[in-house]
């Protein structure tokens, strides 16, 4: 009674202050507030509380809520905010807990199979967004949930959903992009755009990249002082950076040699200090398109890095223009772009990928193999626009899809490039066709494809009509044999004495010596004859009269085994494998926990598993326990 009297007594702003600390919970606010109507009034009455303690729980939404409280309404009450988020989040953990039943069956899933996560549609244009940011912050909280507290079933659905959920929102801002007068299409912000969508279960934000880019800019400044004090660009203003900063620039802000002087300055921090480089040893790995791992690695392919170097430089106030040479990818400099361009006026190209050489077509080698530099024939080129920039990303994100170096998410990564494309360019039929390539592979809703094939063939040219026709005759023969398709019954498996191993458990191959996960058995090798005289069935022992195993193996591929060839792992470990949730709930340290569907189809092996692991690991940690501890 005393404590509460010395709380009542204190004026309201003391109490609200002791309450935003980061150390008192929302729970404890609610338990204070039920001790009594004053606190009840005062806790429930202010906003700026509930404010505090909402952007404490979700931190990652702030830089969202004030972006959009500069043009929209601020939000009228934050504890209703708090009561709203809390809801949407008991949702969302209900829906993702059914996913699994529903669709065990499928590696891929249509949009269509995941409406029911949008955000209430009811909302207004901002509240909707602001709920599928909150949404996606959810999941990426539960992605990043430690491995051992972690539903697996539920944390692999979660990357479904947040790549539906994280593209829905970055196609509503592709769209206000494109619609950018081009000077106001600055490059970063595309390849920004890239990376979210091919990396949705990461935080990325344009505010993040900006500021290191604007760090390095500042690293740039201070070199240049060193060299040249009296550069024209130390009386400079703070508002006319941002001004460049912010939007494409028609010229250079300075004379050819002040330019050059920042170009060299820039190359030096760029390339000797802070060792960005051209990554040709990993050329086609996914992560060179991404700007967020390239300034994180200083490492990435010719047009990322070139997104880099033009978009420090137009901070500094020189302009470099992007040229897209079927080979390769350059920056080009003039002395003067304001000028009218003539065949005698030079064009100076920077090699981002060789450390920013500046070359000219007297001095350029040959590169990447072609037989004649590029600038020669290329010299008088046009400039690539932003759009033609991003779109031929997601062609190097799709040649890195198809690469078989990284098993691991490859069709969720092939996929995702193929709809980036889609997205850039939308009446590509060729795309399209990569595309329902992909969603026939994997049994996937054609009914989108179907509509923007049928645009194709109203509004555009006789020459994609025609192309449109014949993909729309695949789709419709697709979806006919698909009819008659029966649906697929999953029937328990019946164990035999010589299924000597159980799913979940963690294997190690005898003769490849690979880590792996148990998914599935078969009696005898359910393998088709060519595949078994690929693989050399008949060398083996048991040829293929022995039982066989599905595995996830640890590089991300998925194979078929004999049994003779795999052996307990000892010690088990983690299987890194995308899959996992797929048809596994939980890591246990010794094994994998089947998921309700998995455990189902495989009845009987709970009883197998729980023995070989209680033999071969549970007794032996006890023996080893008994020899290290004193009698």
């Known amino acids: 009674m005393v404590s509460e009297a010395l709380i009542t007594s204190l004026p309201h702003e003391v109490i609200e202050y002791m309450l935003e600390r980061e150390n008192v919970k929302m729970t404890d606010i609610i338990n204070l507030a039920l001790t009594c109507r004053h606190l009840y009034i005062i806790i429930t009455g202010s906003n700026k509380l509930w404010r505090a303690k909402f952007f404490q729980r979700w931190p990652d939404l702030k830089e969202i809520y004030e972006t959009t ?122 390849a920004v755009l890239v990376a979210q969508w091919s990396q949705p279960e990461l935080r990325i934000s344009y505010s993040s990249i900006s500021a290191t880019l604007d760090r390095i800019a500042e690293q740039v400044k201070e070199h240049l002082r060193e060299q040249n004090p ?54 086609y790995s996914s992560e060179n398109s991404f700007i967020n791992r390239v300034l994180e690695k200083k490492h990435g392919i010719p047009i990322t890095l070139a997104i880099v170097f033009e978009s420090i430089a137009r901070r500094l106030g020189v302009r470099c223009e992007p040229v897209s040479f079927p080979a390769h990818f350059l920056l080009r400099w003039k002395e003067k772009y304001t000028l009218p361009e003539s065949e005698e006026d030079e064009s100076f190209y920077i090699d981002v990928f060789y450390d920013g050489q500046l070359l000219t077509k007297n001095s350029c080698p040959k590169i990447s193999g072609t037989s004649r530099c590029p600038i020669q024939r290329y010299n008088i080129h046009n400039a690539a626009t932003a759009i033609e920039v991003i779109g031929r990303m997601a062609n190097n994100l799709e040649v890195a899809g198809r690469q078989r170096t990284q098993l691991n998410n490859r069709a969720a990564r092939l996929r995702s490039a193929l709809e980036l494309l889609h997205l850039v360019q939308p009446y590509d039929t060729s795309t399209i066709l990569h595309l329902a390539r992909f969603y026939m592979l994997h049994q996937m809703d054609l009914a989108g494809l179907v509509n923007t094939l049928n645009t194709i063939q109203r509004d555009l040219e006789i020459g994609s009509r025609g192309q449109a026709n014949h993909i729309l005759q695949m789709l419709h023969d697709y979806e006919r044999h698909m009819k008659d398709v029966p649906e697929e019954h999953i029937l328990p498996k019946k164990r035999r004495p010589e299924v000597l191993y159980a799913i979940g458990l963690i294997m190690k191959h005898r003769t490849y010596d690979y880590l792996c996960v148990i998914t599935g058995w078969d009696p005898h090798c359910a393998a088709t004859t060519e595949w078994m005289t690929e693989m050399g069935v008949d060398e083996l022992c048991g040829g293929s009269n022995q039982p066989f195993y599905n595995v996830f193996a640890e590089d991300g591929s998925s194979r078929y085994a004999a049994q003779e060839n795999l052996m307990l792992a000892c010690p088990p470990k983690w299987v890194n494998h995308y899959e996992i949730g797929r048809y596994f709930c939980r890591f246990n340290e010794t094994h994998y926990v089947p998921n309700e569907e998995k455990a189902r189809e495989y009845p009987e092996d709970e009883e197998i598993r729980v023995r070989i692991v209680e033999a071969n690991y549970i007794q032996a940690q006890e023996m080893q326990l008994k020899m290290v501890t004193p009698n």
């Open 69 to 190: 409280e500069r043009t929209k309404p601020r939000v009228s009450n934050w504890l209703d905010e708090i009561k709203k988020s809390v809801m949407y989040r008991k949702r969302l953990q209900h829906q993702l807990s059914l996913m699994s039943a529903k669709y065990y069956r499928k590696q891929e899933l249509s949009n269509s199979d995941l409406i029911e996560f949008d955000a209430p549609t009811n909302l207004k244009n901002e509240e909707y967004l602001l709920a599928c940011h909150f949404l996606i912050d959810e999941l990426i909280t539960l992605i990043n949930c430690p491995t051992k507290r972690s539903n697996l079933t539920h944390k692999y659905y979660a990357y479904k959903v947040i790549r539906y959920l994280r593209q829905n929102c970055l196609r509503e801002e592709w769209q206000a992009y494109i619609n950018l007068p081009a000077k106001d299409q600055i490059l970063e912000r595309g």
């Open 230 to 283: 009296s550069h024209p660009i130390f009386s400079t203003s703070k508002e006319q950076f941002e001004l460049w900063k912010l939007a494409n620039i028609d010229d250079n802000q300075w004379s050819g040699v002040n330019s050059r002087q920042v170009i060299t300055a820039l190359c030096e921090v760029m390339f000797k200090r802070l060792c960005f480089h051209g990554n040709s040893e990993m050329f």
